[in-house]
């Protein structure tokens, strides 16, 4: 059974930086695309992140371009999101999610429950 | 960037009732890139529909998908009681990744 379990939440101020993780189990991990999708509470999916199986490629959502970075520990089976420059419309329930292929150029197979980023100061 | 918009808002509808769900995107998906998904109220999002048609696996075949370019559509052939929730359609054709608003699927 596919499981992914995101973790690092919490509140933090704007300006501020956080780490989520993802830890994935149950599939095959390193022949997996990755992604990381957002949800602000009562609206709306965003799109955040992608990153292909090898790591080699990654794609950004414009409104966090150049302050989040995406990126995977195959010997770990995890996904991680370093977000530096927080902002107060990035609070949101951020959800790891397995690309259904080696690219990211695919649908999102599995999800995670998601962890909670409040940015407030 | 493609917009997704969803029609309608709100679906009231009761069991047994066939639910048909609008998914319209600004320009055309390329490869009917296209998915859906169900979403409740406390949990994850679960894949219903990929690559426009396809089912997921382990859904069940009330469940369809239908539609290219840029209309959509999502069919429940017969509602049941686990099935209220909210849909969202989302286009994986080129970045960004977009979703629509979705659609709120409610007990009438």
């Known amino acids: 059974e596919v499981q992914l379990v995101e973790s690092g939440g919490g509140v933090v101020r704007p300006g501020g930086s956080l780490r989520l993780s993802c830890a994935a189990s149950g599939f095959n991990f390193d022949g997996s695309a990755m992604s990381w999708v957002r949800q602000v509470p009562g609206k709306g999916l965003e799109w955040v992140s992608s990153i292909n199986w090898n790591g080699g490629s990654t794609a950004y959502a414009d409104s966090v371009k150049g302050r989040f970075t995406i990126s995977r520990d195959d010997a770990q089976n995890s996904l991680y999101l370093q977000m530096n420059s927080l902002r107060g419309e990035d609070t949101a329930l951020y959800h790891c999610a397995r690309v259904g292929s080696s690219g990211y150029y695919s649908h999102f197979d599995s999800w995670g429950q998601g962890t909670l980023v409040t940015v407030s100061s | 960037e493609i917009v997704l918009t969803q029609s309608p808002g709100t679906l009231s509808l009761s069991p047994g009732e066939r639910a048909t769900l609008s998914c319209r995107s600004s320009q055309s998906v390329a490869g009917r890139q296209l998915a859906w998904y169900q979403r409740k109220p406390g949990q994850a999002p679960r894949l219903l529909i990929y690559?426009?048609?396809n089912r997921a696996t382990g859904i069940p075949d009330r469940f369809s998908g239908s539609g290219s370019g840029t209309d959509f559509t999502l069919t429940i052939s017969r509602l049941e009681p686990e099935d209220f929730a909210v849909f969202f359609c989302q286009q994986y054709g080129s970045s960004p990744f977009t979703f629509g608003p979705g659609t709120k699927v409610d007990i009438k």
């Open positions: 690559g426009a048609s």
